[in-house]
């Protein structure tokens, strides 16, 4: 084996085993950055060595290309599926038959007649049939009808949890059979992006989880947080075959897959119940969602003898949880004001049992949910709950609507500080523009306010401002400039020394620049370089705080929305309030004339900066080259004007030479930022 090879080799059981204690074992031994750097490392290395790549390498989780449709598989030994039990009668029910088809243990009052049974959670996701051969994920296979499934491997190699190789003396093959689902956590960052970007949400983890596992495109399923859990096999060959089912999830989980941490062996009736008991009373606590638990016979003999009918065991059973969703009347709509001001909507409804608890809210999400769903104020509705996740209002029954229904409209003013609440055409969320002046949304404003790349203070951090507005001494960015120190050397984990040190960083935070102090004001969608242009623009904060929509939308690389946001911020009485006293508390920049763009000696060009700098930050060279009025991109293509290649430039210094792109090193970078075009007529 070459030197490469081996150090790609060991590599590769690196990631393996670290993949292993992260997805499977929930117990990571190293920070994510050393576990990138392995990854950085081994993609360098199969980089330069392309011939080494193997199809178990973690780099080849996800393909490439999208597949037209899933390839039919049978499976070599059907999937079954399970008798449902809805009460503890037909637990009891199953019990007795298993025990009258065990000769030896039939007799109700026969003394230590108990069977014995492993009972697990049942997962609400999809069953999968996986096949390793020597140990190498091969194929990978939805349920299907039970005979034969769709080919999802693609898809499936995606799932960090799953081992694309499977650990120790891997036997000639194994068919291993599990549940793939979302965890709740995933669910529910998925419906927020989604919300944010005013697409359709999902229903619940399991209808999220089968459509990032039926996506065509594996790179669209690589972005869904999928999980894994294994709870039996079907063809297996070349290993001992396990005595009981507590068994086999030992056997699984030696080979590196991932088996259920809450599966219990428990006797008989009793004890099946009293797991049943327990796990319905931590259902809201799983980070995953369950619809009920599984009873299996754990002796492998004892499911021999006992067998199958049709399609399910005779040695197993599924005892479901009470129904996760309920009908019920809707009372009213409250909207809620999140931290970055975006209104939801949220059902306030006539307490109602769903799933084992009492339901008197529900969410909407936006506006758009609320329209595709017709929800009226007065409706019945039909409520769903999955774990811990918020109740959810599935649908409404329209046949029941009385005539005094009403629509539900999106309030013109914040419910919490009565700013406009503002909604941007094509947008599902609504916001408020009340920015700090609303207390929903006064702690994230003050934290950008004292960012780094805002004003930089010091030692005004989230634990310190959070005391601030808890304890009402902070309400708007003025507030800060009032504090005196004896109240502030009284918070928790402060003292004189530190409150001195944020007082003289307030105190210099009051020397800025105009661009810095417009960032900072944290305008809805006025970033960095937006900031900028507005004080390239109008040189003074009067002209801006003067200026129409329509002026303002001028400004280079401004658009419509934006410039609503920025001439509805200053239009506010109480941002001005804000301003006024900013600069009563002692605010000053440099004032400069107010340059149109086109003016300056950089404009219309676009530079891509890359690499370390060793004269300068990335930052600083950003800065400089956007008040020379050029134009700042993070990718080379033909319209680019330079590249600033670093030392470690990487691939887009190999673009920019594949385009002809003009590149500079840091001298050239020295004569631009002296408004000289190294190598280009002067415009
Ligand atoms: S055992 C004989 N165990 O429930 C083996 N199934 O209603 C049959 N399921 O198709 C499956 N969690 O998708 C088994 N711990 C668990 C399970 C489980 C969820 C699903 C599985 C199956 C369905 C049957």
């Given amino acids: 084996m070459s030197k490469a090879a081996a150090q790609a080799a060991s590599l590769r059981a690196q990631i393996a085993r670290h993949d292993h204690r992260y997805y499977v074992l929930d117990e990571p031994e190293i920070a994510d950055a050393e576990y990138d750097r392995l990854m950085q490392e081994l993609r360098a290395l199969e980089a330069a060595h392309p011939e080494l790549v193997t199809s178990d390498s973690p780099t080849q989780r996800v393909s490439g290309a999208a597949a037209a449709a899933f390839a039919p598989v049978a499976h070599a030994v059907p999937m079954l599926s399970l008798d449902n039990a809805f009460s503890e009668t037909d637990v009891a029910d199953f019990d007795r038959r298993v025990r009258e088809r065990l000769p030896g243990s039939a007799g109700t009052e026969a003394q230590g007649a108990s069977v014995e049974y492993c009972a697990e959670p049942k997962l609400d996701g999809l069953a999968v049939s996986l096949r390793y051969h020597r140990g190498q994920l091969a194929q990978a296979a939805t349920r299907g009808d039970g005979m034969t499934g769709e080919d999802v491997t693609a898809n499936v190699r995606t799932i960090r949890s799953i081992p694309l190789r499977l650990q120790g003396r891997a036997p000639e093959l194994l068919e291993v059979r599990g549940e793939v689902y979302m965890p709740l956590a995933g669910f529910r960052r998925l419906n927020e992006t989604a919300a944010a970007a ?89 980070p995953y969602q369950i619809d009920g638990v599984v009873y299996k016979v754990n002796r492998r003999a004892e499911q021999l003898q006992l067998g199958q009918v049709s399609r399910a065991p005779r040695w197993a059973v599924a005892h479901k949880f009470p129904a996760d969703e309920a009908m019920t009347v809707l009372r009213d709509v409250d909207f809620q004001v999140g931290r970055t ?37 007065g409706d019945t509705v039909i409520i769903r709950r999955a774990g811990d996740v918020i109740p959810e209002l599935v649908r409404v029954l329209v046949e029941r609507r009385p005539a005094s229904a009403r629509r539900i409209k999106l309030p013109a003013k914040c419910p919490v500080c009565g700013s406009p609440v503002l909604r941007a055409e094509g947008e599902a969320a609504a916001r408020c523009s009340g920015g700090f002046v609303c207390a929903a949304q006064r702690k994230e404003a003050l934290l950008h306010f004292a960012s ?186 033909k319209r680019t004007s330079y590249v600033i290649a670093g030392s470690e430039a990487g691939s887009k210094l190999t673009r920019a030479r594949e385009l002809g792109v003009t590149v500079l090193d840091e001298a050239g970078l020295g004569s631009l930022l002296r408004g000289e075009r190294p190598g280009r007529p002067t415009a």
């Avoid at 697409?199 to 999980?227: C, I, Y």
């Avoid at 506006?367 to 104020?377: A, G, L, Q, S, T």
């Fill in 198 to 286: 005013g697409e359709k949400l999902f229903v619940n983890p399991r209808n999220a989880a089968a459509g990032a596992l039926r996506q065509l495109d594996a790179r669209v399923s690589a972005r869904r947080p999928l999980a894994a859990f294994f709870y039996s096999v079907g063809a297996w060959q070349g290993a001992p075959e396990a005595a009981s089912q507590q068994q086999l999830l030992a056997q699984l989980a030696s080979f590196g897959l991932r088996v259920n941490p809450e599966t219990r062996v428990v006797n008989g009736v009793a004890g099946c119940l009293e797991y049943y008991r327990a796990l319905l009373a931590r259902r809201d606590r799983l």
């Fill in 452 to 637: 780094r790349r805002a004003l930089d203070i010091e030692g005004l951090g989230d634990k310190l401002i959070e005391q601030l507005v808890d304890q009402a001494m902070v309400a708007t960015p003025a507030d800060l400039y009032t504090l005196k120190i004896e109240k502030l050397a009284g918070l928790e984990r402060m003292g004189e020394k530190s409150a001195a040190n944020v007082l003289a960083a307030l105190e210099r935070s009051k020397h800025t620049t105009l661009p810095r102090f417009l960032h900072a004001l944290g305008i809805r969608d006025v970033g960095e370089a937006t900031a900028a242009a507005l004080a390239r623009h109008f040189g003074t904060l009067a002209a801006l705080q003067r200026a129409s929509a329509e002026q303002i939308l001028e400004v280079p690389d401004v658009g419509p929305v934006i410039a609503a946001h920025v001439q509805a911020f200053f239009a506010a009485r109480a941002n001005q309030r804000v301003i006024e006293r900013l600069l009563a508390a002692g605010f000053s920049w440099p004032e400069s004339q107010a340059r149109p763009a086109t003016a300056l000696p950089l404009a219309g060009l676009t530079v891509v900066l890359t690499g370390s700098l060793s004269a300068m930050t990335r930052e600083a060279a950003s800065a400089a080259l956007q008040e020379l009025g050029a134009r700042l991109s993070s990718s080379v293509s």
């Fill in 341 to 377: 001001g975006v209104l939801t909507p949220v059902a306030r409804l006539e307490p109602v049992m769903v799933g084992g608890a009492s339901v008197s809210n529900a969410t909407l999400h936006n506006m758009d949910e609320i329209e595709r769903k017709d929800v009226r104020r």
